[in-house]
Every structure is written in C-alpha cells, then in structure tokens.
C-alpha cells in the first residue's frame, strides 16, 4: 500500500502536516511598554498593524515647561503627548489613564496605536516625560485592513 502526504491549501499556500506555512513569516504587531519612574504610570502601546510598519511608531511625553494644557500631536509615525504641567511642573491629572485615553481617543493616533495598562498597573500614577521611543518586535509585511 502506497503512503501518501496529506496537503491542505489555505489562502493559496501550500501547507504542510504540521499546519506551518513554508516560506511564509509570522505577523506580529510591534509594541512598547513604558519603564517610568514611579508606580501605576506605565502603559504598553501596541501598533494597530501588525508587520515590521509598526516598529517606525515613536512615542514621547513632554514637558513643555510653563504652564500649559495636554496636547497631542502626530507628524509622520511620531505621536507627541505635551503634557499638561504648571509652572514646569506635570500636572496631577497626567495620570496614565488619562495619557491612554487622550491616545486611543485621538482620530490619528489612535488608529496607529492601542493603549492600555501595562501588567501591574492601576493607571493611577502620573507619568513622566519620555523621550521619542520605537515601537519593535513587528515581524512580517504590514497588513493593511
């Protein structure tokens, strides 16, 4: 009796028994999650894209000295959060979850990045300033969905 190889085709590539795709490279989305002075300010951000795109994303926290309200700005892949501070001081209300929020709600940044909670941290702690920083660990092509 003659044995034969079992095939399956998925999304035109040829898989093998094991279900691996030959050839083909895994997608993953890149991420970064903050190290932060403090306790409970740390967030994980994670590129709404998955492939190696995503490891372009920078992110920064600013204090921009004076006394000024939070802004954010995205030029290109960088996202700037200009932290809300008084007399150069940030601002009690720059909490983590208040930075999430700012992110996930604004019309650009939050369709390049997620922003959550990093393991560990209630969000209640007020971040600090953080120079512009690459999302890494994308693999594989960018996905455009």
Known sequence: ??????????????LGRSG???GAEERKKATL?????????DLKFTAQKSGTGGNSIRIAYI?????????LSVSGNDITVNLAVS???IAASETATSIRNSI???????????AELAASND?????????????????GPTTFT
Do not use: D
């Open 20 to 22: 691996v795709l030959s």
């Open 123 to 139: 969000g209640t702690g007020v971040v600090t300033a953080m120079a512009l920083t690459n999302l890494t660990g994308g693999t």
């Open 87 to 89: 007399a150069g001081v």
């Open 33 to 41: 999650t903050t190290a932060l002075t403090g306790a409970n300010n």
């Open 104 to 114: 996930n709600q604004h019309a650009t940044a939050g369709q390049m990045v997620e």
């Open 63 to 71: 204090n921009p000295g004076g006394t000024v309200a939070r802004s």
């Open 1 to 14: 009796m003659a044995r034969t190889r079992k095939t399956w085709r998925h999304q035109g590539s040829l």
